[in-house]
Each structure stands twice: as structure tokens, then as C-alpha cells.
């Protein structure tokens, strides 16, 4: 039988939140270490004419890749964090419709 209500876990959806941002930041981090990593190597591809190109090429398409890799994570924080603020705004909604009902329950006697 199907529900006729909505429940909504404020708490849940912060924790989410929070989640994804810490991924984000664990993506970060690693795309980092990897960078590091590539940049130990040098350029294998030698200081020839093919290694020039190959160098040339090289730059272009891992500065592509890393600022799209960078683009990505800071969207990936953006939903995390705007995960957190709608499990905040269900708290604080929530928190004013108590205070309000509890308001006209006083105005009524009750």
C-alpha cells in the first residue's frame, strides 16, 4: 500500500553531503600525488625534433586533462556542499514551522 506522506532524513542528507565533499577532496588530493608523480619523470621523450613534438603535444592535452580533472572536483564540492545546506534548510524549516504552530496553538488557549 502506498505511502500518503514523506519522510525526510535532514541528518542523512548532511552526512551526504559531507561525504561527497570529502570524496572530492580524496579526488584532489590523489590527481595531486598523481601530478607529482608525472612530473618526477621529467621529459622522457628527449630533446629532439620527435621529443620537441611529443613534449609540445604532451603539455597540451595533461593541462586539458588535469583543469578539466580540477573543474570536475570543484563541481563535485559544489553538490556536496549544496547537499549539506538542503539538509540544513530542512532542519531550520522544520524548526520554524514547530515554532510557529506552537505560536498559534498559544493564541488559540491550547
Known sequence: MPS???EIDPEGIMRSGDGIMSAAGVINREITAFQGELAAYGEPWG???IGSLIGMVYGVISDLAFETYAGNTEEIQ?????????GQNYVDNEA???????????????
Open 47 to 49: 630533446a629532439d625534433d
Open 4 to 6: 500518503d506522506h514523506v
Open 96 to 110: 520554524g514551522n514547530k515554532a510557529d504552530l506552537n505560536a498559534y496553538k498559544q493564541m488559540l488557549g491550547g
Open 78 to 86: 559544489q553538490i556536496g556542499a549544496t547537499a549539506r545546506q538542503m
